[in-house]
């Protein structure tokens, strides 16, 4: 049995727990519902120190290389990055080779940081799944499209992260894109969603009137190749489109073909 933890107990880590303790692996980490914190040194340490593969999932700026740095070596190492550490492509296809030209310095320079420690560093476009997903953005009128022409964007399931990363507990350091394998419009998206949901398309809003972080998911637009995590991980996604995956989650959700109670139901969402 294998001793995990994982730094960021949150939407992905959780799964990525989840998924390890169904395969019997002894799993703590920080966040989420987890009793340990992660200033609490006296409690994170023992753990670390026991675990084989550790896990980070948290965004940079965490402080985590300064805390608990000198424990992470002669471990295998995983670290969940972004995508958004290509920058903008003008819709064209990046890989693992691609230049790290994205605006948020503080990435890059953490997605570096885990690679010199000899990390498999996973970087993830957009993250959807149960209860984050295109439906539940529609179904709760908080959707829109954007009418920009041109834009693509690539996704991943939560569900290929947990077993890419798995996948990865085997393979040689350094990058691995976990991306689906057809990159398109999030107009298309919405559009889907809304058809799978039996509603009228969410409302076109203009690019100004979004938040500032939403503009900038839109200033960039890229696709994202994985063909490097399916040779060197033996990965292959098992939503290889947004449409499979969307099907799959409306299937799930729909009161015809639920078997557990609501309360389980719940649970397993978050």
């Not at 990390?119 to 953005?137: E, N, Q």
């Not at 309360?263 to 397993?268: D, E, G, K, Q, R």
């Amino acid at each position: 049995m294998g001793r995990a933890f994982i730094f960021g107990l949150g939407y992905t880590g959780s799964r990525i727990a989840d998924g390890l303790r169904a395969r019997g692996w002894d799993v703590n980490g920080t966040g989420g519902g987890s009793p340990v914190a992660f200033d609490d040194s006296a409690a994170v340490e023992p753990l670390v120190a026991a675990a084989t593969h550790i896990v980070n999932t948290i965004p940079p700026g965490s402080g985590l290389f300064d805390r608990y740095g000198a424990l992470l070596h002669d471990k295998w190492l995983g670290y969940i990055s972004s995508t958004g550490v290509y920058g903008d492509a003008g819709g064209a296809w990046v890989d693992e080779t691609a230049p790290l030209n994205g605006r948020r310095a503080d990435r890059i320079v953490e997605d570096r940081a885990w690679l010199a420690l000899g990390a498999r560093v996973f970087r993830l476009p957009g993250i959807y799944g149960p209860g984050r997903s295109a439906l539940d953005r529609v179904a709760s009128g908080a959707a829109h499209r954007v009418d920009v022409p041109g834009q693509v964007f690539s996704r991943i399931h939560v569900d290929d992260i947990v077993s890419g990363v798995i996948g990865g507990f085997d393979a040689l350091a350094g990058a691995y894109n976990l991306a689906d394998d057809c990159p398109c419009g999030q107009n298309e998206v919405m559009e889907a969603a809304a058809g799978l949901l039996g509603v009228a398309p969410p409302p076109f809003a203009s690019l100004d009137s979004l938040s500032v972080q939403a503009r900038a998911f839109y200033a960039e637009n890229r696709r994202v190749a994985n063909g490097k995590a399916k040779r060197m991980l033996g990965w292959k996604p098992a939503y290889p489109d947004f449409a499979t995956g969307l099907r799959a989650l409306s299937a799930i959700s729909s009161p015809a073909n639920a078997t557990t109670p609501p309360a389980a139901a719940s649970a397993v969402q978050r």
